[in-house]
């Protein structure tokens, strides 16, 4: 990876690595060879969760551990990553095997958030665990003050089926489109039929459940235009 190159990679942290090698290793995945990212991707984990954690404890003071956790789930899974990940561009610094390159792995939600959770650790082991906190705190704050937590704390299943009941409509059906990958990656796309009141989204995710989440909350979205303010609409 060239100066240029690293130097942009560096600017989207917020960090400069002292030793690039760190983060070499965790821009590698297990297809392109050793050392690879998979066991910093364990390091990088933990130091997440920690620290999403923390900034939820101090941002929601009154919140039960119940919310908080829901809250959490929200901000660190998968798809939450990948989102982080492409808009760091990780996709362009990725070190791939031949098949994954093939197949569009720098693509690839798993792949990236994988990376980018590796990536905390190299972050660790470079310079210490407070300048790892501090990467993901950076890449985190505007997310965190961006949630309401009266709307955020239940998952997206939830509240779209809660918003159902109230009106009195029948509940939403899921049904998977597609199913990919092995046992260990595997990629679903799944549809959310509200059919009462002719509204389906898609959703796409590494587990059945992370896609129907996501499908939900496109769904939830199109219910709430279609009530706004839980009024019925007008054509109604």
């Known amino acids: 990876m060239n100066d240029t190159r690293l130097t942009r990679l560096y600017d989207a942290l917020g960090y400069r690595f002292a030793n690039p090698a760190w983060l070499k ?16 991707e364990f390091v990088g984990d933990s130091i997440l969760n920690y620290t999403v954690a923390r900034m939820l ?3 929601f003071p009154t919140l039960p551990e119940g919310d908080l ?17 492409v808009e760091l561009k990780f996709g362009d610094y990725l070190f791939l095997g031949e098949g994954e390159l093939k197949s569009g792995g720098f693509n690839r939600p798993s792949i990236l958030a994988d990376a980018l959770e590796a990536t905390f650790a190299a972050v660790s082991f470079d310079s ?11 890449l985190y704050e505007a997310r965190v003050a961006a949630i309401d937590p009266s709307r955020h ?19 939403p059906k899921y049904r998977i489109l597609a199913q990919s990958g092995e046992a260990h ?48 609409p007008k054509s109604a």
């Open 57 to 59: 404890f101090d941002r």
């Open 25 to 40: 290793q965790a821009l590698t995945h297990r297809s392109y060879g050793t050392p690879h990212n998979e066991r910093l």
């Open 69 to 85: 956790s829901r809250l959490r789930a929200n901000l660190v899974n998968q798809n939450a990553l990948a989102e982080i990940a």
């Open 185 to 232: 990656e595997q990629w679903f796309k799944v549809a959310c039929d509200l059919a009462e009141i002719r509204i389906e989204t898609e959703g796409e995710g590494a587990s059945r459940r992370a896609a129907e989440q996501q499908a939900a909350e496109a769904a939830l979205a199109k219910f709430e235009a279609l009530y706004p303010g839980g009024k019925k």
């Open 128 to 138: 210490g665990f407070a300048e790892a906190e501090a990467v993901v705190r950076r």
């Open 153 to 171: 704390a239940k998952d997206a299943k939830t509240r779209l089926q809660e918003a159902l009941q109230a009106k009195r409509l029948a509940l």
